[in-house]
């Protein structure tokens, strides 16, 4: 079956930085766009970013751009956030998603058919 795992969340003070991975399984990762998510406590579940198939394109939140950059290797069959300058309101647990298509908004949870469990990024001022 299709596993999503993400790692690299923890506990990091503002101005700091975090690597989150997420290492998937059971499906041709390849052929899937990916992108990550996050949720804080009493809120929606919000996009971050996204990136097509081949890598060859981007997307991110307003509110990260210029801070975050997501990667892949499709060789290894990861996804990785790098985040910089990251900021309280940054704290949430941050979810890896996989589509096989986006068939509107690349920032509609709808998109994703797989989701990982989630990993917990606190950032304390």
């Known amino acids: 079956q299709v596993q999503l795992v993400e790692s690299g969340g923890g506990l990091v003070q503002a101005g700091g930085s975090l690597r989150l991975s997420c290492a998937a399984s059971?499906?041709?990762?390849?052929?899937?766009?990916m992108a990550w998510f996050r949720q804080a406590p009493g809120k929606e579940r919000e996009f971050v970013s996204a990136i097509q198939r081949n890598g060859d394109s981007t997307y991110y939140a307003v509110a990260v751009k210029g801070r975050f950059t997501i990667s892949r290797d499709n060789a290894k069959n990861t996804v990785n956030l790098q985040m910089n300058s990251l900021k309280p309101e940054d704290t949430a647990v941050y979810y890896c998603a996989a589509a096989q298509f986006w068939t509107g908004s690349y920032q509609h949870t709808r998109q994703y058919g797989y989701w990982g469990q989630g990993t917990q990024v606190t950032v304390s001022s």
């Open positions: 059971g499906l041709t990762f390849s052929s899937y766009h």
